[in-house]
């Protein structure tokens, strides 16, 4: 069976796709980072370094749940 959810290993298109769907993690890390005190020192494909209290951590936390739930396959 053919996945047509995702895109083939050594697809020329696939950087380009997950710049794009990091993209939309990342504005969402920046409105959040300027509605509270969250400071955000990386933000590198899989790896992301934060301070701020443990509420607007917590809520840091339930924006990056609510990106990977929004991906997943149904």
Same mark, same amino acid.
């Given at each position: =069976?053919? *996945? +047509? +959810?995702? !895109? %083939?290993? %050594?697809?020329? =298109?696939?950087?380009?796709? @997950? =710049? =794009?769907?990091?993209?939309?993690? &990342?504005? %969402?890390?920046?409105?959040?980072? +300027?509605?509270? #005190?969250?400071?955000?020192? &990386? @933000?590198? #494909?899989?790896?992301?370094? !934060?301070? %701020?209290? $443990? *509420? $607007?951590?917590?809520?840091?936390?339930?924006?990056? *749940? #609510? @990106?990977? $739930?929004?991906?997943?396959?149904?």
């Amino acid at each position: =069976l053919l *996945d +047509h +959810h995702s !895109v %083939g290993q %050594g697809c020329p =298109l696939a950087p380009f796709l @997950f =710049l =794009l769907y990091v993209e939309v993690l &990342a504005v %969402g890390l920046k409105i959040l980072e +300027h509605k509270t #005190d969250l400071k955000i020192f &990386a @933000f590198v #494909d899989i790896m992301l370094f !934060v301070k %701020g209290t $443990n *509420d $607007n951590l917590f809520r840091c936390e339930q924006l990056i *749940d #609510d @990106f990977a $739930n929004a991906q997943e396959p149904k």
